[in-house]
């Protein structure tokens, strides 16, 4: 069977959703991988590095005639309906927002899988994308605040006097809030971190930060994630946390819930309250944002000096490695689909049944695509 990775055409796509070194697991695997020129070359991988690694690379379009397309961004309706009936298609697919490229999918008679929704089991945990690029942006994250600020984040004693290290708050103790916070650790900085979930707080303290307690109810989901809040819990956890921000001269929020809207933790008075230069970086700009005011992929500055960073396409601005990581995920939900040569879903798994979105022409219902 063919296996197909084609040029990402999204605006600031930068990933490539097989790379190099995983090739060989693929061809050991009785199946043939087909590259288009120039997939990865915003990642930093050359044609050359595919051939090498067994891949065979192709001038133009490389969908039509793929058992399997492999690709970051899910593919849009238009190219979804080149793709031949019954191949399968693996994708970021989020039920949400790739309504078009779901519905073209089931009327072509494709089998398609959306990385989004891996189950959160620990059989699943070297397929779960959602994670592996969650690392990523928490590590930019703190990159990118340090970078913005005019502050040093460590302490420093010098001659001159005693640099006082900076103030770092982190609201959100998933994936990308804990790698945020060793981030910003490493760099010297001060960390405070705050999640909804108080089962965070032993990971939190043992990045070296420190968990900001509140007397609130707990908010412990399914899967990793936290319960949606009322709007007066969220009233009340946005005045507790107020101090706490106001003497932050960064913050970095993280709190994002797959298939819905980021839930908003910051209001724009309290981002009134902190010291000008401060710096707020919102890694859920993208899906509404967390911090009121803040835009995808911009830099906005508030009347008391504030500079906000809206996120956008964060894992692609450390294209090579999430490239890598991203990579692996597709790769280990594919060898549990193939045996001798031949990739075929078996929806008795939980797994494959889970990550589902559309087969034989009609779209499937997982548990985020029911919401």
Same mark, same amino acid.
């Given at each position: 069977?063919?296996?197909?990775?084609?040029?990402?055409?999204?605006?600031?796509?930068?990933?490539?959703?097989?790379?190099?070194?995983?090739?060989?697991?693929?061809?050991?695997?009785?199946?043939?991988?087909?590259?288009?020129?120039? @997939?990865? *070359?915003?990642?930093? $991988?050359?044609?050359?590095?595919?051939? #090498? %690694? &067994?891949?065979?690379?192709? /001038?133009?379009? !490389?969908?039509?005639?793929?058992?399997?397309?492999?690709?970051?961004?899910?593919?849009?309706?238009?190219?979804?309906?080149?793709?031949?009936?019954?191949?399968?298609?693996?994708?970021?697919?989020?039920?949400?927002?790739?309504?078009?490229?779901?519905?073209?999918?089931?009327?072509?008679?494709?089998?398609?899988?959306?990385?989004?929704?891996?189950?959160?089991?620990?059989?699943?945990?070297?397929?779960?994308?959602?994670?592996?690029?969650?690392?990523?942006?928490?590590?930019?994250?703190?990159?990118?605040? @340090?970078? *913005?600020?005019?502050? $040093?984040?460590?302490?420093?004693?010098? #001659? %001159? &006097?005693?640099?006082?290290? /900076?103030?770092? !708050?982190?609201?959100?103790?998933?994936?990308?809030?804990?790698?945020?916070?060793?981030?910003?650790?490493?760099?010297?900085?001060?960390?405070?971190?705050?999640?909804?979930?108080?089962?965070?707080?032993?990971?939190?303290?043992?990045?070296?930060?420190?968990?900001?307690?509140?007397?609130?109810?707990?908010?412990?989901?399914?899967?990793?994630?936290?319960?949606?809040?009322?709007?007066?819990?969220?009233?009340?956890?946005?005045?507790?946390?107020?101090?706490?921000?106001?003497?932050?001269?960064?913050?970095?929020?993280?709190?994002?819930?797959?298939?819905?809207?980021?839930?908003?933790?910051?209001?724009?008075?309290?981002?009134?309250?902190?010291?000008?230069?401060?710096?707020?970086?919102?890694?859920?700009?993208?899906?509404?944002?967390?911090?009121?005011?803040?835009?995808?992929?911009?830099?906005?500055?508030?009347?008391?000096?504030?500079?906000?960073?809206?996120?956008?396409?964060?894992?692609?601005?450390?294209?090579?490695?999430?490239?890598?990581?991203?990579?692996?995920?597709?790769?280990?939900?594919?060898?549990?689909?193939?045996?001798?040569?031949?990739?075929?879903?078996?929806?008795?798994?939980?797994?494959?049944?889970?990550?589902?979105?559309?087969?034989?022409?009609?779209?499937?219902?997982?548990?985020?695509?029911?919401?």
């Amino acid at each position: 069977m063919r296996i197909a990775v084609p040029k990402e055409i999204k605006a600031g796509e930068k990933r490539v959703a097989l790379v190099p070194d995983i090739i060989s697991k693929l061809t050991k695997a009785g199946l043939d991988v087909v590259i288009e020129s120039g @997939a990865g *070359l915003a990642a930093e $991988f050359s044609d050359d590095q595919y051939a #090498a %690694a &067994g891949a065979t690379i192709v /001038a133009g379009s !490389v969908i039509s005639d793929a058992d399997i397309i492999a690709s970051v961004a899910p593919l849009d309706p238009q190219r979804m309906m080149q793709v031949k009936k019954d191949a399968i298609t693996i994708s970021f697919l989020s039920p949400t927002t790739a309504v078009d490229s779901i519905e073209a999918a089931a009327q072509a008679g494709i089998t398609s899988f959306s990385m989004e929704l891996i189950p959160r089991i620990s059989r699943a945990q070297s397929m779960d994308a959602l994670t592996s690029q969650a690392l990523c942006a928490g590590y930019k994250a703190a990159l990118v605040a @340090a970078e *913005l600020s005019p502050r $040093f984040f460590p302490l420093l004693m010098t #001659a %001159a &006097g005693t640099v006082t290290p /900076a103030n770092v !708050v982190v609201l959100g103790a998933g994936v990308a809030g804990l790698q945020a916070i060793a981030t910003a650790k490493r760099l010297g900085a001060v960390v405070s971190a705050y999640d909804v979930r108080p089962a965070s707080a032993d990971e939190v303290k043992s990045m070296g930060a420190k968990f900001i307690t509140l007397e609130l109810e707990a908010l412990d989901g399914t899967g990793g994630y936290a319960r949606e809040m009322t709007e007066d819990r969220a009233a009340r956890q946005r005045e507790l946390l107020t101090p706490y921000i106001s003497a932050a001269n960064v913050l970095i929020t993280t709190a994002a819930v797959p298939g819905r809207p980021a839930p908003r933790l910051v209001t724009a008075e309290m981002i009134s309250t902190m010291a000008s230069g401060s710096i707020v970086v919102d890694l859920a700009s993208e899906t509404g944002g967390n911090v009121e005011g803040t835009l995808p992929g911009e830099i906005v500055t508030t009347a008391n000096g504030v500079r906000m960073w809206g996120g956008k396409d964060v894992p692609s601005q450390l294209a090579y490695h999430a490239s890598m990581l991203f990579s692996r995920n597709v790769v280990n939900l594919l060898l549990l689909m193939t045996k001798d040569g031949v990739v075929t879903p078996d929806f008795s798994d939980e797994i494959i049944d889970a990550a589902a979105v559309t087969h034989s022409g009609a779209r499937r219902s997982p548990e985020l695509v029911k919401k």
